[in-house]
Nanobody, 123 residues
Framework: QLVESGGGSVQAGDSLRLSCEIS????????VAWFRQAPGKEREAVAD???????SYADNVRGRFTISRDNAKNILYLQMNSLKPEDTAMYYC????????????????????WGQGTQVTVS
């Protein structure tokens, strides 16, 4: 299972670090990612790690967000700096055990396992 934590309500310009504990079936997944979904909008990719060490970022978070993975602790992180009101959303971690082609890294339908989400509100 995937269990997110670390969300909250912050001011613009603040930072937050989200965590996603990975256990059970998703353990050892080759592709892990963070997605977010704002009310009335489609779920969008934020960042992913594929090939266990290669990161990709959405254009609107690149340079502000950093995705990382602690394999020893089985935790996926998302460090979010310089937060903006438009970053307000429910944030989800996702995982897939098998590799993905690059074209599918940011597709929600590519991922098998999902967490329940953690809310981030930026005002």
């Amino acid at each position: 299972q995937l269990v997110e934590s670390g969300g909250g309500s912050v001011q613009a310009g603040d930072s937050l670090r989200l965590s996603c504990e990975i256990s059970g079936d998703p353990y050892g997944s080759q592709c892990v990612a963070w997605f977010r979904q704002a009310p009335g909008k489609e779920r969008e990719a934020v960042a992913d790690i594929h090939d266990e060490r290669t990161n990709s970022y959405a254009d609107n978070v690149r340079g502000r967000f950093t995705i990382s993975r602690d394999n020893a602790k089985n935790i996926l992180y998302l460090q979010m700096n310089s937060l903006k009101p438009e970053d307000t959303a429910m944030y989800y971690c996702a995982a897939r055990r098998s590799p993905l082609p690059p074209s599918d890294y940011f597709s929600p339908s590519s991922y098998t396992y999902w967490g329940q989400g953690t809310q981030v509100t930026v005002s």
